[in-house]
């Protein structure tokens, strides 16, 4: 099981104190940003102006807006707290869990469809935060469907999430249905 991440380190090394607030203050003006203008139009320039911090400094913690997004996306899922529930079959707890990432991923619709594209990007600062994502959603599901799980149903489940933030990131899909289709994907899969 993963922990939450520390703050006082960021993807690509320490923070003092100082260093974590001016972190804070991009994450915080990036989020404001992507609510505003959208991925597109981001720039790791504006997002240093709203955060009223000079660019070289945000290029100094952030490579791109690519692994912006992706920091306040792991962020965001590192902080929100794994699924308890009092269901006993797995379906029940896989459905849980895909309810509340689908809940996650609704309630900030335009950093779920900038996250997906900004995961797809090859930095290796992104690469990072890519497999602490994947690590992270995998061992929630993994945890839903308990010790005697099929690595393929896990697998699947696994490429069902991943499509289905495909899906969001091209506007194929709203962030708001996500849930529910991957509950329809998860009872396909394991029939209750």
């Keep these: 099981m993963s922990t ?23 994450v915080a003006a990036a ?4 609510r505003e203008v959208g991925f597109a139009g981001m720039t790791i320039r ?16 952030f490579s791109s807006k690519n692994h912006l997004v992706s920091e306040i996306f792991w962020r965001t899922l590192a902080e929100r707290p794994r699924v308890t529930t009092r269901k006993t079959a ?23 469809a900038a ?4 995961l ?3 930095e290796p600062d992104v690469k990072h935060l890519r497999v602490l994502i994947g690590t992270e959603v995998n061992e929630r599901i993994a945890e839903a469907l308990g010790d005697k799980h099929s690595p393929e149903v896990l697998d699947a489940l696994s490429l069902a999430w991943s499509g289905a933030m495909l899906q969001v990131g091209m506007g194929h899909a709203s962030a708001e249905a996500l849930g529910e289709r991957l509950a329809r994907v998860t009872r396909l899969l394991m029939r209750p």
């Design 4 to 26: 939450a991440p520390s703050y006082t380190e960021a993807t690509r090394r320490q923070l003092n104190a100082r260093q974590i607030e001016t972190v804070g203050k991009l």
């Design 31 to 34: 989020r404001e940003e992507l």
């Design 46 to 61: 504006t997002v240093a102006a709203r955060a009223d911090v000079a660019p070289a400094t945000a290029y100094t913690y």
């Design 90 to 112: 797995p379906y029940g707890r896989v459905v849980d869990v895909f309810a509340d990432l689908g809940e996650l991923m609704a309630h900030e619709p335009e950093l779920s």
């Design 115 to 118: 996250t997906t594209i900004a």
């Design 120 to 122: 797809l990007s090859e």
